[in-house]
């Protein structure tokens, strides 16, 4: 492969990266539609989810004038497989702790919060930077995009310290969370290939270069909110890599099937 | 396809059809754009929003209306380019709906008339970005919360648009629509939406 190949092909991956992390959160955090703890944050989890479904929208597009020939968004989104997708493990996990099982019941809003947080915060940065990105429609993106996301990390954190610094039940439940969450994060320090290449090409952000800032903002809220940060060690998840855990498989499931039963169906 | 198409183009000055000039007609369509709002707020038009950016072309080659979105996700969107697209026909133009994203749509927009009419309507209107916390550093964090109580309050003082005073409280940081957030009035009691700034 030349190298103008590789950067393109790095291009595009990186793109499909930050669309896949929206839709599948997006996705996830739909599934709180009709069933949020209260009505409040039944509607707030689904006025995020549509802002993320809507970056991810303007992502696909985006890679799909660059793909060229006869991709679609809607080809990007429903008919790519679980083993293409490029986003972070954490954002595919099922809205509860390890080890139990898929049930409603067993829902967690303490885990859906944490993660929120920690992706938010991240995304925060991230998007910051790349409203200078070489690549001008992803830097329009972006700036759209922060907007949008300062507004997670507000309800996100808000929310992390009425937890942690609430009652004992819901302080263990946000410390449990985050005791189960807090080792994926460790995906978002690890370098790949293509996030070296866009970074030296201007076209993304170095992730790992953000790390300080992304936990002096963890370490301030968790302070506020009597939590303890736990420690980040263990296996690395590698989603951004296309090899994800079980749980993306149900989701896209759920997410593609329509689209896969009826393909071109309108209404 | 690696040869330049060399298309011919009219001279300008024979672009105008129907003998009518550049500027009436471009004034033409302002003016029936302006009878298009945003199906979410009917009672504020697109100009006033912030959303209908520019109108470009010509009757010859057809005209480029430019609109940008306002939340990512705003489902509004589809509703408003169909409108636009619509209207343009009725007007007998060849036209086609431009979705620009920057630079990014902004409250800043937002006309006073566009304020007046919001509040009219029942929806408090937006403050300014710089003046909006969300905006700023949420180093803000003074407050030391026991409870389940409202954390990030913020500063500024959100008017009711039934009875205006300013006794409001936020019930909720998401509302009825993306761009909105729930208030109550504790003068009224009545809860009102709140535009948030973008």
Known sequence: ?267 | MNGLTTTSRAPKSTAQAGGKGASETLSEIWRALETLTDPEIPVVSLREMGILRDVRGDALHGFEVVITPTYSGCPAMERIHDDVLATMQQLGHKASVVTQLAPAWTTDWMTAEAHEKLRAYGIAPPLACALSSTQADASDSTTHVLTFARRSATNQKIACPQCASDNTTEISHFGSTACKALYKCLACLETFDYFKPY
């Open chain 1, 1 to 267: 492969m030349s190298a103008s190949s590789h950067a393109d092909t790095a291009h595009i991956d990186y793109l499909l990266h930050l669309a896949d992390n929206a839709v599948v959160l997006g996705q996830r955090n739909g599934e709180w539609c009709g069933h949020g703890p209260v009505l409040e944050e039944d509607i707030a989890m689904t006025n995020m989810s549509l802002d993320l479904i809507g970056q991810a929208r303007m992502l696909y597009q985006h890679v799909a004038t660059l793909i060229g020939d006869d991709a679609t968004e809607d080809s990007l989104a429903y008919f790519r497989d679980a083993q293409v997708f490029r986003n972070y493990t954490l954002l595919e996990l099922p809205h509860h702790g390890a080890l139990v099982g898929y049930a409603l019941d067993n829902r967690d809003y303490a885990v859906t919060i944490v993660r929120n947080f920690l992706y938010s915060s991240l995304m925060l940065l991230v998007w910051e930077r790349l409203q200078n990105s070489s690549d001008t429609q992803l830097a329009a993106i972006a700036a759209k995009s922060i907007k949008e996301v300062r507004y997670h990390v507000r309800h996100a954190g808000d929310w992390l310290v009425r937890l942690g610094d609430g009652t004992s039940e819901s302080h263990d439940k946000a410390q449990a969370a985050l005791n189960h969450l807090m080792p994926y994060t460790q995906e978002f320090w690890t370098g790949s290939d293509f996030e070296s290449i866009v970074a030296t090409s201007g076209v993304g952000v170095d992730v790992s270069g953000l790390r300080e800032a992304w936990e002096k903002q963890l370490q301030q809220t968790l302070s506020e909110a009597t939590l303890q940060i736990p420690s980040t060690t263990g296996f690395i998840t590698t989603g951004k890599q296309q090899v994800h855990s079980e749980h993306l498989t149900f989701l896209l499931e759920e997410m593609q099937s329509l689209a896969r039963r009826h393909p071109e169906g309108v209404w």
